[in-house]
């Protein structure tokens, strides 16, 4: 791949002749941090014909002591304005009605307070809602209840669209509103407006073949509400083209978890929109009238989107006092000691308990794979195509790197050839049952990154199935898929908007940058069950407490505005 801030370099000079040493490396820093998820980077203002102040738009922007490249200078604006915009806006509401309404809708809760039924309180009193919230605290069943709430206001008029990140954050979204929206003790006419389906962000916004989208500021989204989970995995530009096509009129509700992962691309939007939750008084006020539930201030400085952001603490998923639910918090506490001191094996195979291994040994994880993977690979020798979907979700081994032996392609490697050796594989690319991540959207056969599908030998050729709507299969011959890679092993990155009941969280041997607090925490809470660390403690001690920050304007535009 070529470096991407030589080739940068190499246009400059075409266009303005040779740049100083000092502006070449800033160029270098500024390139290498957007490749590490930063939009900008601190720098001293340079005396360059191609670094401009915001307006003058020069190839670069220099906005106070932060330096962009302008595209994600603009990208950064923009968002942080349509974003005050839709902060700002004000909803009439007639508490005579909302009141009654939610207490119909939130039975009396023994949590206090009752953070779900005040995040909907806020969603039908503003246009701009953040809901954050760790596994299991209810964010689905919040949200189909503010759905709800809203169309009962609207006399059931609202055209409500749900999207995700990935194809397989939309289809999981759709799985868990099916399953609970019958259970909303609302009319029949109201669970009629509220959707079942969630599609891909990208799908969403319609994508044309030149990469840019039909749907933007001159052809507005057609919708009154657009409700958008797993929101931590949108990237700045993303969510500038997301803005961009919302309509003036609609509301926004933003669901996902401040303390996962952050988007692969430059952008922390949802993570750094949650350091801003400030209610002010007035609205804690009238958040109490509304729902009867009081919040508490919050030390932050004030910011226009300070109202809008909910957090959801309550696991009511991981039983209290439980080990994943513990481990989670004791992580994203920066807590590696308590966290180390749980991990200690002395219960180790209680459900839910989680479990160290203190060195991770590939023989050992080859067993352990065996196991984990024993249902999974009876389903596929029986060429039961059903479980063998359902076995492949109870387990999962997650890497916290791409590369090197612990990383995942490592670990794809040594398990392919372990069970190679053992005859449970053949020889062939595509052996029975292997596993494939799509990693590339593809509209044309609708197949989208992070779609998972499953070889079967069909008539002596391999085909690969992938879910469907409902308990439908799509068959695809290899040649037709976009890029992919084996899957018996992800990423912790790749297994963002998943849950499997057990999961392994391997860990290198040696300290990496790349491992971070959110890092560890979302590979542990992608297990529903049961979690097994394996990894040194040092390794893990480090990461837990490294917090990984990325550089943005965003807040400072969200603060000033
Ligand atoms: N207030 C509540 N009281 C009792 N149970 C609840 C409450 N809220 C949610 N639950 C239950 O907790 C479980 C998790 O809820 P839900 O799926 O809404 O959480 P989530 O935050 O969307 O989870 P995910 O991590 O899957 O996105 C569900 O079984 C749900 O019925």
Redesign the pocket.
Known sequence: MPDFSFELNRSFERLCGPQSDEFKTTLSKLCAALAAGHSCIRAAPLSSPLIGWPGEFKPLTQDKDRLYLTRYWWYESSVGQKLSQLAKEKCTVDLQQLAPLLNSL??P?A?SP?M?KAAAAAAVMQKLTVIS????????????RILAALQIVANNTLNIKMAAPTGKAAA??SE?VRE?KF?LPVAEATLAVIPETASTLHRLLGPRPDGSFKHGKDNPLALDVLVV??ASMIDLALMAQLLDALPVDARLIL?G?KDQLDAVDAGAVFAELCSLKSPSPAFIAALKAASGVEISPSKAASSCVGNAIMT?Q????FAAGGGIGKLASLVNAGDAKGALALLQPNDLFAEAEPELGWQANSKNLLTRCDSGYQAYWQAVQQNDVAAAFIAFDTFRILTALREGQAGVMGVNQQLEDHWRAKNLISADVWYAGRPILITQNDYGVQLYNGDIGLTFIQDGAPRVAFKGEGNTLRWFSPARLPSHETALALTVHKSQGS?FDTVILLLPNEAHELLSRSLIYTGL?RAKKRVEIWGNNEVLSKAITKQAIRQSGLAAVLKAA
């Open positions: 939130f039975p809760s949590i009752d779900q919230g760790g596994p299991g605290t209810g964010k689905t069943t919040t949200v189909l999981r979204m868990s609970r259970d989970d797993e669901l978890d959801l309550h696991s009511h998923r849950e809470t």
